[in-house]
């Protein structure tokens, strides 16, 4: 009798401290479920995806220089690729930006191969702001719920993205995701010394059909720079394509071709 | 007859849907480059270019550069064709300058057809291709020195707007899998490089295997080759993301016979007879290791900084390099009868001596930024040989002018004694010019 007293106290005991435990990593694997999801809509965690991105940037109100790219992105066994082609202006034309996970390689027309650069030198010149489009959040943050909250009427899960690694060019990000559709909405990048740099907010208005059914994929990023909060950033994605790439497209030897 | 005519027609419309295809998948684009250089250069007696006779330099030129580039990609076949016209204007040809040094050609126009690059790709299925053809082949992490690449020997990047000759190879890489790929090169031919005509190098075909491995933080590569004049090279170089802002990189190689000019002295009857060869001989068929460590890192407001220190166990040593100038002393003054011969080609082979660098340590240090205000790219460099003392500064600048026109200045000054790596050639060349992308 005593035993089973004892056996019926040690459960209620061991079910009082664990089913926080059992709560915390059911909303743990429930809101990684959601950031891969989120992840997915910008591009991320797909075999391979190509788009054409237009980047307009604006200050004042008005839109002072604007450059097109060739996304090529693909996620194999957890290993992140993108090449990103620079199509135009002529000043830019055969620009390339290779990444393979946290390496990365750049090179453009008079280089004679490409040269290895880091995520900082990336985020400089004519590739600023691409970066935003990085969609491999679940692999490269851990994350943690600040709250629930509606954004443009509609219930999100606020998440506290903090970088795994010092390569991450942002060292933390707030980040809404829509409760329903787990489409990401909107991004605040954060620096080292926790200064917010810059805000993004994402529009999912392409249908592309992947695997049988349309799913709402990304079309439009607007960055907002936090300093001058005049001067913006919008990417506009087209032409999106889901395909699988020869193993060549993701060669920094074959940048220059 | 009427058979005839359908099958005329059939033909017309293969033909034309092939024409239709070919058509659509091809794309080019083509860069315009004029420009004007002055180059100040020693050629006084005791240089290693008496009279200006061995490099035969001007003191201003000028060219005009079509650079068209068109590329041909369908299915698993892609082709990149390159052609070159070369447009050069000697300038010294058209002025009397007495100050001028000594101008040695007369002829004030000169053009050339070559081909810079033609090659193909052919994917042999998602994992792997064979590319075949004339082109560069680059290897290595390094900015101003690959030691790693046993093809090609002037891989520096002194003046980016003048390209180094392309040669022929044959390749075919395998991916293994995420990390590994790995890839036979077989280098078959020296095309257009003066460096292996004569009273240069002989050219042996050169067969290589390279393994690389990419990890998520970094990458290295091995590399092994090797030729029928027993040159055996083995080459380890790779790189890694410290931080976000820190990269590190290195390139170790270890080379079994070497193609490299040195002087010895021929004894003669007595000391003042004595005669200096400039010979790629059994001095380099011994072990010489090289090793590059480099880093660069990028600031918050832009500019990125880089360092690099290399040592290589080809260069000169003391005695060695002592010898060498003595060797450019002697044959500098001997520029009649029989000894001319002997003379201008030991010069030329002291100019050209089949290495980018003569000594062997070396710092390089770069600053540079691009795309800074959406327009303006720049980079400024200074190697140092410690062996010598001697230094070079160097300069390019680039604007975009507009979306389809590039300005840019190319500067570069030497500095150090007449008989040093630097010092020993050019003193300072400017060059100025437009490229207009068409």
Redo the contacts between chains.
């Keep these: 009798m005593k035993i089973a007293k004892f056996y019926y106290l040690a459960v209620l005991v061991f079910a009082f401290f664990l089913s926080p435990a059992v709560t915390i990593a059911s909303t743990q694997e429930y809101l990684g479920e959601k950031l891969k999801q989120a992840d997915f809509f910008r591009g991320g965690r797909v075999s391979g995806v190509m788009w054409n991105l237009h980047v307009k940037n604006i200050e004042r109100n008005e839109i ?2 604007t450059i097109d790219v060739k996304v090529r992105a693909e996620n ?2 957890g ?1 992140l690729s993108a090449l990103i082609s620079f199509l135009a ?3 830019y ?2 620009q390339k930006l290779l990444l ?5 390689w750049f090179s453009k ?5 490409p ?7 990336r985020l ?3 590739a600023s702001n691409v970066d935003v489009v990085s969609a491999n959040y679940y692999e490269d943050y851990e994350f943690t719920l600040l709250s629930e909250e509606p954004l443009d009427g509609q219930l999100s899960y606020v998440l506290n993205l903090t970088a795994k ?5 942002y060292y933390r990000i707030k980040y809404w995701i829509n409760a329903k559709t787990s489409h990401g909405l909107r991004a605040e990048f954060y620096g080292k010394s926790g200064k917010l740099i810059k805000t993004a907010n994402y529009k999912y208005e392409n249908q592309v059909s992947y695997k049988g059914s349309l799913v709402d994929f990304i079309s439009h990023v607007t960055i907002t720079d936090n300093i001058n909060s005049d001067d913006r950033t919008i990417l506009e994605m087209s032409d999106i394509e889901f395909k ?5 497209t993701f ?1 920094n ?1 074959r940048m ?2 | 007859m009427y058979g005839w005519v359908i099958l005329l027609i059939i033909m017309g419309q293969v033909g034309s849907s092939f024409a239709q295809e070919i058509k659509e998948n091809i794309t080019s684009s083509m860069d315009v480059m004029v420009f004007t250089r002055t180059i100040n250069f020693y050629d006084t007696t005791g240089t290693v270019n008496p009279d200006n006779r061995i490099a035969q330099l001007q003191n201003d030129s000028g060219g005009l550069y079509f650079r068209p580039d068109i590329r041909y990609q369908s299915r698993g076949l892609s082709i990149w064709f390159k052609p070159r016209l070369n447009i050069d204007v000697n300038l010294d040809a058209f002025s009397s300058n007495e100050h001028m040094n000594n101008p040695v050609s007369t002829e004030k126009y000169e053009h050339e057809f070559s081909t810079q690059e033609l090659k193909a790709k052919f994917q042999l299925g998602g994992e792997a291709y064979v590319l075949a053809g004339r082109y560069i082949k680059e290897l290595g992490p390094s900015i101003i020195y690959n030691p790693s690449n046993p093809f090609v020997i002037e891989t520096g990047q002194l003046n980016p707007k003048l390209e180094i000759r392309p040669m022929d190879f044959v390749e075919l890489n395998v991916t293994i899998n995420q990390e590994w790929e790995a890839t036979l090169i077989a280098n078959v031919g020296r095309a257009d490089n003066a460096i292996y005509r004569e009273p240069f190098f002989k050219f042996y075909r050169t067969y290589g295997f390279m393994l690389e491995y990419y990890g998520v933080y970094d990458s290295y590569s091995l590399l092994v080759s090797t030729n029928r004049k027993q040159q055996h090279h083995l080459a380890l170089f790779g790189q890694r993301n410290i931080s976000d802002s820190f990269l590190v990189w290195s390139d170790i190689v270890l080379d079994r016979g070497i193609n490299r000019y040195y002087a010895q002295k021929i004894p003669g009857i007595d000391d003042a007879l004595s005669q200096y060869d400039v010979i790629n001989g059994p001095e380099n068929y011994r072990s010489f290791p090289t090793a590059l460590v480099g880093s660069s890192y990028t600031f918050e407001v832009g500019p990125t900084v880089t360092l690099e220190y290399f040592y290589t166990g080809r260069g000169f040593d003391d005695d060695e390099a002592k010898t060498l100038f003595d060797a450019i002393d002697f044959s500098s003054q001997k520029n009649a009868g029989t000894d001319k011969l002997l003379s201008n080609r030991n010069l030329a082979r002291a100019i050209n001596i089949g290495q980018p660098y003569l000594r062997k340590n070396y710092l390089f240090t770069q600053f540079g930024e691009n795309d800074l205000y959406g327009i303006l790219n720049y980079t400024l460099r200074y190697i140092h040989s410690f062996d010598d003392n001697s230094g070079q500064y160097s300069g390019i600048l680039e604007w975009h002018a507009s979306d389809s026109l590039e300005v840019f200045l190319v500067g570069i000054y030497n500095e150090g004694a007449r008989r040093s790596d630097f010092g020993r050639l050019i003193d300072y060349q400017m060059m100025f010019g437009l490229i207009k992308r068409i």
């Design positions: 002072i220089n194999k066994n290993r202006p002529k000043k034309s055969r393979k996970d946290f390496n990365m027309p008079g280089l004679r191969r040269i290895p650069i880091s995520s900082r030198q400089s010149g004519s690694t010092r390569l991450m060019s699988d790439f020869d193993r060549s060669q030897k220059l071709d």
